[in-house]
Structures are given as structure tokens and as C-alpha cells.
């Protein structure tokens, strides 16, 4: 008898299912570019964005099929992200999800190309046909500000420049609000702007956004440490490797894991006020620093 | 005697300081990165896409403050898709309009980042405040489809691919509908949508988007085949020497020159239902096949 699919599975089937359906209706794509594309959008990877963006979505009441185009963008920002950070003048990294980079699986033009269509593509799927004008107009700019040099990008540059100078634990944190918990906690906004939320229940939803995406990150630092290479996806010790501040080299092992907890626990408080309606949340937040990718 | 400033300048000094607002209100931008893309973007250019804004957006009569917002958004586009376009995995260009670009003042990743940023401040600035969210929306779906796998990245990944090989005419006319007339053709419905316009003239003045952006790439062939390096801004007949399908290698410099005329006059044509309410879009027109960069 095989194992019923963990309830999670069916929300990451369902990712899979609306990335490859965004990925199909841009008209008249060159081949090799459609191919990158797909490449890095239907490659695997635990689609946490996604998931909080569902999550945190019919929590706040949200329709299943509006939530789709959120969730969609918010993975596709992901990532071209990703492919734009493993190019040889980034972190230089040949192996992501255990498959070559896409500059190595393709070239690096296209790669670059790939991850510039990739981010336009995340904005046309925010205003995709049956989402409210309003709406859509909030995704924009949550998407827009988590993405660009306040947010995602400004946190890449602070890596690379953490490469060549000891960073302090605050600067660390500055780093990963902006490189990964701007992403995550507009995966969370996101959700939480297609439905109806009183004030008070939103901010703290809000609150949890900004929480666990710290949670996430120190979780990050620690597997790079300590996890084999081959259930990484990526060379074990690679960032600690090139010389990078990351929280374990910062506060050391078991104070980065105690941070991770301390984090985790405060995100959690945040859900307290949703009661029993937020146990999708809970579990999803739970799996976010229990994770082996 | 000073002389009086051309009309044009008026516009182009308008376009700077709308610019130079939308960079300067990203909050807490790592400081390397905030400056590569003011180096970037305010480092002069005909500023042709926001003219065109501006011009088409008067003639459907939306107000000027409204049509600041997409007048960045067009060239925020434009001057990310330079910063990616001169990387050396791309064309590999050590100077535009007559300055080390970005990847050689700065360096190659902060030049990736910067491009990626701008592209997310050209989606926000699409958003701003005080643009009714109808208007917002169609600038953000004209915007991204302009910019992303269909057009603009499409035109450039089929550029390079015309490096390894000669192209047709019609291919050509293909390549360039992506690369350079999307964002034109946006430029203009981007304009229009701000404003009223009955639907004849409406569709009107989206084929003069289209038939301008041809005509447009037409002549910067001609202009890269014929221009000194100094006047040009970058190295006479680059793309030639890279083997480049260009209209001039295609179709011969003279034929190329009447076939830029051929494509103005048809451009000229769709305004002639505007009346003499047409005569800036009339005068920016000519100005764009008679510009020497």
C-alpha cells in the first residue's frame, strides 16, 4: 500500500501545475529562452513563497484561483533570483537542486535574459485577467518594493560586500531581511491582500511574514553548515567556503539554532489571535525550519 | 545673447527630474547600488521613450503629472535593458554615449543588480500614488509584455542568435519588432491609456507606435554603418563588426535608408485623423530618424 501524499504535496503539485500554465501563455518566445525558463521555474524546490502566499491567502479568506496569480509571482521573482545569484560574477555556483545552473546547463546571456523575462513575466502574472484591479495594484507594489534595491536586490549586494568584511550580527540581519525575508514576508502580504482581514489580524499576519523569514534564513545558514553536500543540492559549506558572513560564523552553531527557535517561536505568538484557523500556517512555518532541501 | 532652448528640452529636463525623484525615493538602498543606477539611468540619452509618453499621453489628454509616472517606467526599462544588453556575456560594450558603461565603472555583478533593480523601480513606479488603478493596471500588463520573454528579452536573446548567422529581412523586421519596437509601441499605448481617446483613433495611434519603433531601429542601423565613433557615442560599425545581422548588411545601406523613410511616412499617415493636435508627436517622429547620438 502506498503512503497517502502528505497534505502539503497537493498545494506544491498544484505551484507546478500554475507555473507551467504562466510559462505557456507568453506568445511568440524564442525557443532557447522558453527553454531556460522552464528550466528554472520546473525545477523542483520546496515552493515555500507559494505556499505561505496560499497559506496565508485562505486564512485571510481569499479564493483558491485568485491566490494562484500571486503565488505564481512570487515564485517566479524566486526564481530568476536565483539564476541571476549562481552567475560566475555572483556566487559563482555550477550546482543548484543537485542540477547544473542554468549559465551552465545554457550560457550566461541566456541566463541573464532568462532572469530579466522571469521578473517582467512576475509582474504580468500580478495582473492577470480575475483579479480584482485593487488588488492586483496592491501585489505590484508589495512584489515591486521586496524585489528591487530596498528589498531583495539591496540584500545581494550586502552579501557580496559581506564577502570581503566580517559582518556584525545586526548587519547580518539587515542583510537577510532585505536578500531573503523581503520575498517572504511579501509571500505572506500578498495572500493576506487578496482576502479581508480586520486590521489587528493583519498586522500581526504581517508581523509573522517579517518573523519567519529571519526564522527561514538562520535555518538556511545552519543546513549550509552542517548538511553533506549531496542532500544540499549545493557543495556543503559553500557560502562559509567564499569567505561570506552567514549567522553561523557570526554567533556560532548552536546560538544561530537557538536563534532560529527563538525566531520561529515569535512568528508562532504572531498566529495566536487566528486560533485554530491558522493550522495550515502553523504546520507550513513548522516545515519551513524542519526543511532538508 | 543666450539662444532659447529648443521645445525639447523642456521635456528632457522634465524627464531628469522625474527620474532623478523616482530614484531618489527608494528607501535604504546600499549606497554602491543606489549609485550605479543613477549612473545608469541619468546619464544622459534622447530620452525618446518618455517623450513619447508624454506626447502621445497629451494628444489622448491626460494630465502631464500623471504621464511623469509611466515616463519613468519606460526609461527605468529602457536603462536596465542597456546595463544588461553592454554585459560581456552580451554584446560585451566598454562605452555608451560616450562613457564606461556600467559593468566597467562599477563592476559585473553590481552592474546585474542594478539592471535587475530598475526593472522592479520601472513596475513600481508604474503603480505610483495618484494613478487611477485602471490606468496603473494596463500600464503594468503593456509594461511587462513590452519588456519581458515576448518582447524586449525575446528581441535580444534573437539578436545574439543573429550573430551565428545571416538573417532574412523578414526575420530581421521580426527580431526588431521585439527588441526595439515593443518598448516604443508601449511607450505610446502606455501614453494613450492615461487618457480618453474614441477607439479609431485609439488603434490609430497604436499602429503609429508600432510603424515609429520600425523605423526608429532602421535608423540606428543606418546610423551605426555611417557615424563616426565620437558622434555615436560608441565604436563606428560595432554591431557590423560583430558580424551582426543589421538592416544595412541586409538590405544595403541605401535601400536601408528608404526603408526607414518608407516606415515614417507610414507612421506620419495613422496621425493625419489627429489634425494639427498631432504636431509634437508629428515633430518627435522626425526627430527620432534625424537624430545623430
Not at 509571482?73 to 533570483?81: D, G, P, Q, R
Not at 536565483?82 to 546547463?105: E, Q, Y
Not at 513575466?121 to 528591487?148: I, K, Q
Request: include cysteine; charged fraction near 25%; glycine fraction near 8%.
Amino acid at each position: 500500500m502506498r503512503p497517502e501524499p502528505a497534505p502539503t504535496n497537493t498545494t506544491e503539485q498544484r505551484v507546478d501545475l500554475v507555473l507551467a500554465r504562466v510559462l505557456s501563455k507568453a506568445a511568440s518566445v524564442p525557443p532557447r529562452l522558453a527553454d531556460a525558463m522552464r528550466y528554472a521555474v520546473l525545477g523542483g524546490g520546496k515552493r515555500i513563497r507559494p505556499r505561505l502566499v496560499y497559506a496565508s491567502g485562505r486564512l485571510a479568506g481569499a479564493p483558491i484561483e485568485v491566490l494562484d496569480h500571486a503565488a505564481a509571482a512570487v515564485e517566479l521573482i524566486h526564481a530568476y533570483s536565483l539564476i541571476h545569484d549562481d552567475l560566475p560574477a555572483m556566487d559563482d555556483d555550477d550546482l543548484r537542486r543537485g542540477r547544473p545552473t542554468v549559465h551552465v546547463a545554457f550560457d550566461e546571456a541566456t541566463a541573464i535574459l532568462a532572469g530579466d523575462a522571469l521578473q517582467a513575466l512576475a509582474f504580468e502574472s500580478a495582473c492577470a485577467d480575475g483579479v480584482e484591479a485593487a488588488v492586483s495594484l496592491r501585489w505590484v507594489r508589495l512584489l515591486a518594493r521586496a524585489a528591487g534595491a530596498g528589498g531583495m536586490v539591496g540584500g545581494q549586494v550586502l552579501d557580496l560586500e559581506g564577502e570581503t568584511r566580517r559582518l556584525s550580527a545586526d548587519e547580518l540581519e539587515q542583510l537577510h531581511r532585505k536578500k531573503t525575508g523581503a520575498l517572504l514576508h511579501a509571500s505572506v502580504a500578498m495572500g493576506a491582500a487578496a482576502g479581508n482581514l480586520p486590521g489587528g489580524k493583519a498586522d500581526a499576519l504581517d508581523r509573522f511574514g517579517t518573523e519567519i523569514g529571519l526564522a527561514f534564513q538562520i535555518h538556511d545558514d545552519v543546513l549550509d553548515a552542517t548538511i553533506a553536500t549531496e542532500a544540499l543540492g549545493k557543495r556543503q559549506g559553500a557560502d562559509a567556503d567564499r569567505g561570506k558572513s552567514t549567522y553561523v560564523t557570526v554567533l556560532g552553531l548552536e546560538t544561530a539554532r537557538k536563534e532560529a527557535d527563538r525566531r520561529m517561536a515569535s512568528a508562532l505568538d504572531e498566529l495566536a489571535c487566528f486560533g485554530t484557523e491558522a493550522a495550515e500556517l502553523v504546520e507550513l512555518a513548522k516545515f519551513i525550519v524542519s526543511r532538508r532541501r
